[in-house]
C-alpha cells in the first residue's frame, strides 16, 4: 500500500515563494512518478508538474513553467515543489501523487489517470 503525504502550503503574497515537500512510502517497483496537482474551487483538477524517479525526467503545466521547479530526493522518498512568483491564480489545494512502473520511464504524465496513490491535499492562498 502506497501511502502519499504533502505539506507546505500556506498563506502567501503576490510575488511570494513556497515549498511543497511529498513523501510516498510503499513505492517499490522498477520505476517511479511522483506529481502535483491542483485544484481551485470550481475549477477543473490541473496537472502542475512531476518527475520520475531513475532518470529524474520532469514537466510541468505552462501555467507555471519558468516559476515553479520540481525536484526530488530518491533516498526518502520524497520530492519537492519550489513555487516562486506565486501569483493569485496559483490559489488552489495541491495534491501530491504517485505511480509505479516496470518499466524504466523516460517521460512522465500531467494528467491524473495513472496515478493510483493521492495525498490529502495542502492548500496554498496567495493574496493579492
Known amino acids: 500500500q502506497v501511502q502519499v503525504v504533502e505539506s507546505g502550503g500556506g498563506l502567501v503574497q503576490t510575488g511570494g515563494s513556497l515549498r511543497l515537500s511529498c513523501t510516498a512510502s510503499g513505492l517499490t517497483f522498477d520505476d517511479d512518478v511522483m506529481g502535483w496537482f491542483r485544484q481551485a474551487p470550481g475549477k477543473e483538477r490541473e496537472g502542475v508538474s512531476c518527475?520520475?524517479?531513475?532518470?529524474?525526467?520532469?514537466d510541468y503545466a505552462d501555467s507555471v513553467k519558468g516559476r515553479f521547479t520540481i525536484s526530488r530526493d530518491n533516498a526518502k522518498n520524497t520530492t519537492y515543489l519550489e513555487m516562486n512568483s506565486l501569483k493569485p491564480e496559483d490559489t488552489a489545494r495541491y495534491y501530491c501523487?504517485?505511480?509505479?512502473?516496470?518499466?524504466?520511464?523516460?517521460?512522465?504524465?500531467?494528467?491524473?489517470?495513472?496515478?493510483?496513490?493521492w495525498g490529502q491535499g495542502t492548500q496554498v492562498t496567495v493574496s493579492s
Open positions: 501523487a504517485a505511480f509505479g512502473s516496470q518499466w524504466k520511464l523516460i517521460t512522465c504524465p500531467l494528467t491524473g489517470a495513472p496515478y493510483n496513490s
Open positions: 518527475i520520475t524517479r531513475r532518470l529524474g525526467k520532469e
